[in-house]
């Protein structure tokens, strides 16, 4: 990866070939999260600062966390991290918003380091609680009217496999944090 070089060093993080340990921080104040990353291959973690990202993107929505990791020569993955200090339904829609942010970022990122097109994508949401789905919505309220279409909640998706960032299907990972905020996961 020697285009690095023409990124500013406080940008990135970076482990040798043979992987070692680099950590994905919640970038607001308010989240205080942090998770430990090992990485068996070689690894780059970018952190984009909120509304500091590519500035000529339409989204100003980054994630913590954008990690690229060498599987082969030639296959890079990528793997996106929101850092969010409780997941509710009134932020869940932003936490989505941040991974595409991420997506469209780390495909001109891919573009800068002349790397191939990534072997595979994932996202996670990385969090110390979820209260989104602990009160069960009312029955009533999810009635609708004879001959309309019936609407999936906006985060009923929590618990799905996958989610669609910008028309792609992408699987999604929960990693829970202790309640100091940190966690460790492996890629």
Not at 9 to 34: C, H, M, N
Not at 154 to 181: A, T
């Amino acid at each position: 990866m020697e285009s690095l070089k023409y990124l500013e060093k406080s940008f990135y993080e970076k482990t040798g070939e043979k992987g070692g340990t680099l950590y994905v921080r919640e970038q607001e104040t308010s989240g205080e999260a942090q998770l430990t990353l090992r990485c068996s291959n070689e690894t780059v973690v970018f952190s984009i600062k909120p509304n500091s990202g590519f500035p000529y993107f339409r989204t100003k929505n980054t994630p913590d966390g954008i990690v690229f990791v060498k599987r082969e020569e030639l296959h890079w993955e990528l793997h996106i991290f929101e850092c969010k200090k409780t997941v509710r339904e009134d932020n869940w829609e932003k936490v989505k918003r941040q991974f595409e942010g991420g997506l469209l970022h780390a495909h001109m990122l891919r573009g800068l380091l002349n790397l191939p097109p990534f072997s595979k994508i994932c996202v996670y949401t990385v969090y110390r609680h979820d209260r989104l789905l602990t009160k069960s919505p009312n029955p009533s309220l999810l009635r609708q009217p004879v001959g309309k279409a019936v609407k999936k909640l906006p985060y009923m998706d929590w618990n799905d496999r996958c989610l669609f960032i910008l028309e792609n299907e992408v699987p999604h990972h929960h990693i829970q944090l202790d309640d100091s905020g940190q966690g460790e996961y492996t890629l």
